[in-house]
């Protein structure tokens, strides 16, 4: 059984086409770094695994099961898109918020559901930091939080959306390495999608690099090359490795780095629909 | 004091009405919405002022526009429940729709600044009953849906992923938010409905970070100001509204002050 198996899946947003007949398969308890610039469909893939995007004409299966929303065995830690400081709540609660927050009813936790949350706030080391409010802890450690907030139900498969965005490298190393840890404690599959390469190199099983619609899946050696990238940027792409890192180049310029900047990008790479 | 009944029925009126608006707007608070909150109390303006006009009572066309208006705003969704401007046209334009059914009604003019600004002292015992099975009901419908909604407010797009329906819950949250805020306004009045339910949640918000301590903060700070309010009007005789407008600032003021008092007093630690 895959932990994921797209067959000729098409995603679509609004008539726009994401994904366009792509077909991928991703083994149980492997490490999957998701790249891509912005706009490739790392996060619509992801929610297309979660159900709420639909599979257009193909198949998705988690699991060996349809994907449908409300999957419980599926953690999910969304791409942070708005300061949490607004909210006057410590740590505890906001994870705790997570807890059987499908059921009807009251949000009184119980012996069993509050040890759940002070074991997936252990897991990820913020069992501390969780007595604090979240308006007064620092990026790094609300990207803990929204973890421990993935890990409650104990998933089987984890997709983490840029969790490594607004961080400094030294917080993004130490991320990194505590998912990886915490993907071989479990014995859980992990997606961990992310716009740059390196500070993922060396921990990740393989790569599923989108752009374009297409989408490629294999080993760093195996994707991560001109052929390759050129097909899926449609442009001339080099790839260039100093020491442990990998540049991807096009005409002089680190796209990865750039991508951000779109007007940079759509001068150097043509991207048709936008 | 409580040897007269209009000071039974308004302490009465005032500790249902606090009890559901401190729950109820913990959540208002949490959620970032106050806003369509008080959007929602000018729009149950033009429906008091219009039930009178087809000769029903004021709180009922208070109750019916109020819900009406917080189930479409739920429907519309997110996008348009934090568009200030939209909706500061739609209560500008409401208050104005009372403003000319008053005017067909000229009889009822006396009545436009008790439906403004409250008067609690005015509330008879039937109204009481009335506030009371609508508390009962706003209530028992936040325990039902309060564990979804609070997990919808925290983390959309996890609890999406989960199942959980955030329009649904937007709707059923505006819907319950509506109700209170008829309640709320047979003492405040429609203009001061953020006094009982903004004021001491966000209060609370400001002095505690866990839930459940928020929530009976919220309900006791609630009811510490509309019963004080209503206590110093009898012996001042000025208007209850504004006492329990000035206490709701009061307090909101000093549980912004407070934590920062405390922490002045603290070695301070630099991470
Ligand atoms: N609601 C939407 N309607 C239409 N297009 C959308 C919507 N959301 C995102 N898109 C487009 O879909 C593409 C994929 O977006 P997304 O999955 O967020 O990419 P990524 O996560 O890789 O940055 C982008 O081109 C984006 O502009
Ligand atoms: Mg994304």
């Not at chain 1, 059921?103 to 604090?132: F, Q």
């Not at chain 2, 959980?164 to 319950?176: D, I, K, N, P």
């Amino acid at each position: 059984m895959n932990a994921i198996s797209f067959h000729d899946v098409t995603l679509r947003l609004d008539g726009h086409v994401v994904l366009d007949n792509v077909s991928l398969e991703i083994v149980q308890q492997e490490f999957i770094g998701v790249l891509g610039p912005n706009g490739a469909g790392k996060t619509t893939l992801m929610r297309a695994a979660l159900g709420l995007v639909p599979a257009g004409g193909g198949k998705i299966d988690v699991l060996g099961r349809l994907a449908t929303r409300g999957n419980p065995d599926i953690g999910y830690m969304p791409q942070v898109r708005r300061a949490l400081g607004t909210m006057r709540l410590s740590g505890w609660d906001f994870v705790a918020g997570v807890v059987g927050g499908h059921r009807l009813g009251m949000p009184i936790l119980g012996k069993t559901d509050r040890a759940e949350v002070d074991r997936a706030l252990a897991l990820v080391g913020a069992s501390e930091l969780a007595h604090r409010p979240l308006a007064e802890i620092s990026g790094g450690e609300q990207q803990r939080l929204l973890l421990a907030q993935a890990l409650i139900g104990r998933p089987q498969l984890l997709l983490l959306d840029e969790p490594l965005s607004n961080l400094d490298p030294h917080h993004q190393q130490a991320v990194v390495a505590l998912v990886k840890s915490l993907q071989a404690e479990l014995g859980i599959t992990v997606l961990f999608s992310a716009h740059e390469l390196n500070p993922l190199l060396g921990t990740i099983d393989r790569v599923l690099y989108l752009g374009h619609g297409q989408a490629a899946l294999g080993t760093v050696d195996e994707v991560i090359t001109g052929p390759v990238l050129s097909r899926i940027y449609g442009s001339e792409i080099d790839v260039v490795r100093l020491k442990n890192r990998i540049f991807v180049m096009s005409g002089g310029h680190d796209v990865e780095r750039d991508e951000h900047r779109h007007d940079l990008l759509s001068e150097q790479t043509h991207i048709p629909g936008r | 004091m409580f040897e007269y009944d209009f000071m039974q029925n308004a302490f009465a009126a005032a500790t249902i009405v606090s009890i559901v608006a401190g729950l109820v707007g913990y959540f208002l608070v949490l959620r970032g919405e106050t806003f369509a909150g008080h959007a929602l109390a000018h729009v149950g303006f033009t429906g008091a002022t219009g039930a009178v006009l087809i000769g029903v009572a004021p709180l009922w066309g208070m109750v019916a526009m109020t819900v009406a208006a917080g189930v479409s705003m739920g429907f519309l969704g997110e996008r348009l429940a934090q568009r200030d401007v939209a909706i500061g046209i739609v209560l500008a334009l409401s208050l104005g729709f009372g403003l000319l059914f008053l005017h067909f009604f000229t009889a009822f003019a006396s009545q436009a600044t008790a439906l403004l600004f409250g008067n609690v002292l005015a509330v008879d015992m039937n109204t009481v009953w009335i506030l009371l099975a609508l508390g009962i009901i706003s209530v028992a419908a936040l325990a039902v849906i309060s564990r979804p909604l609070l997990f919808a407010s925290l983390q959309p797009e996890l609890a999406e992923a989960k199942g959980v329906s955030l329009r649904l819950y937007s709707v059923l949250f505006l819907a319950v938010t509506a109700l209170t805020i008829a309640e709320c306004a047979q003492i405040v009045g429609v203009l001061l409905v953020f006094a009982l339910m903004v004021g001491p949640a966000a209060a609370a918000q400001q002095l505690t970070t866990r839930i459940g301590r928020g929530l009976l903060l919220s309900v006791g700070l609630a009811l510490a100001e509309a019963w004080s309010g209503i206590t110093l009007a009898f012996y001042t005789d000025w208007p209850s509204s504004f006492w329990i407008t000035a206490l709701s600032a009061g307090i909101y003021l000093f549980s912004t002050l407070l934590p920062r008092m405390l922490r002045t007093q603290k070695p301070v630690w630099i991470a």
